[in-house]
């Protein structure tokens, strides 16, 4: 039989059935690159949904720690938590974050008692405790935030957070000189074994505004569009990005973190080859908010959008993802039908 065209390198060959597509894929997200942020509130009753991120919850302390079990019994190896903070607990100073008996706190504790093998990251930054909803404390005349003061305020944030039990910090603030600081507070209050997760390459994104939603920041401030871009990296530069982020590394980092996802795969990819250091990256709440409301109109189908989402942020060189999707996906590869997240 005489083939049509006089072409010999035909990468069909390798994609032909579903055996020899296993045997040459490059590429998988199992289940432990998953950690699932979770968001924790003051008082009791029943978690209350995140209206713009379908399936999330704010979370009581109680049903944060079924919520932990469930997860960690999936094959899920970590958790970030984020505290939804009563208003009338928030000041411009955000003082409540130096309360050693707040909400994230208590859930640390509650946390680490019930799953003692769960990991917990918690997170350091002043935007839910402040009236404000910046990362940090403003100048005197409130036109900015006061790098070197935030800094100081979490530190201190931060060692109360290991005192609780976490066993990572995630300064998410992207003050200068905040690593170093946070790695000598940990290590003189005795916490040398607790780890920083540095959200090395965070952007001032649009993609945050359910976050925002969630932990009230955006309310707090009058605003889904907070502007942070006096701190947060500006999404068109990517130089810039690795430089800043190879700054956590010298200062003491243990693990670097690009966010958002999705849209910095280039600055993950090019992180990935200037670093030897383990890589997370977000997929951040707008992120999950798009592919939820498509499917949701039937634009596009959830799993596969999903699946496809993790797995470029895993090609592009993260070692694991913090994303809302965590628990579907796990519960995804746990079932059988499924090999390793591929049908
Ligand atoms: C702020 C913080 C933000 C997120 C995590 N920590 C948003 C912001 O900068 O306002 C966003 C996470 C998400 O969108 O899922 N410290």
């Known amino acids: ?140 005349d409130g036109s900015d935030v006061d790098n070197d003061a935030t800094v100081a305020v979490l530190a201190r944030m931060a060692v109360l957070q290991a005192a609780a039990g976490c066993q990572f910090v995630a300064p998410s603030d992207m003050m200068d000189g905040r690593v170093a600081v946070l790695r000598k507070a940990l290590d003189e209050a005795g916490h040398t074994g607790v780890g920083i997760l540095a959200y090395a390459a965070k952007f001032a994104s649009a993609f945050y505004g359910p976050f925002r939603d969630a932990v009230g920041s955006a309310a707090a401030a009058g605003t889904r569009s907070l502007d942070k871009r006096t701190y947060q990296i500006n999404p068109a530069n990517r130089r810039e990005a690795v430089a800043d982020a190879l700054c956590d590394e010298a200062e003491g980092a243990d693990i670097l973190m690009v966010k958002p996802a999705g849209p910095y795969l280039d600055v993950l990819h090019e992180l990935r080859g200037a670093t030897r250091l383990p890589l997370a990256a977000y997929q951040v709440s707008g992120e999950y908010a798009q592919i939820q409301a498509a499917a949701r109109n039937g634009w596009l189908d959830l799993v596969g959008a999903r699946e496809e989402s993790l797995l470029a942020i895993k090609r592009a060189g993260a070692d694991f993802i913090l994303t809302y999707f965590a628990r579907d996906a796990a519960l995804y590869r746990s079932q059988p039908g499924t090999k390793n997240g591929v049908v």
């Open 1 to 140: 039989m005489m083939s049509g065209l006089d072409h010999v390198l035909r990468y069909r060959r390798l994609r032909r059935t579903a055996a020899v597509r296993e045997l040459v894929h490059e590429c998988r997200v199992v289940t432990s690159d998953l950690i699932a942020p979770l968001f924790v509130r003051e008082g009791g009753g029943s978690p209350t949904p995140v209206d713009s991120m379908p399936g999330v919850v704010r979370h009581t302390v109680e049903t944060l720690v079924e919520a932990c079990r469930d997860l960690h019994g999936l094959g899920i190896h970590g958790v970030a938590l984020f505290p939804a903070t009563d208003p009338a607990l928030k000041d411009p100073l955000g003082r409540e974050a130096l309360n050693p008996d707040n909400r994230v706190c208590r859930a640390v504790r509650a946390v680490r008692g019930a799953v003692p093998d769960l990991l917990v990251f918690a997170d350091v930054a002043l935007d839910p405790y402040t009236s404000h909803g910046h990362d940090g404390i403003l100048t005197p």
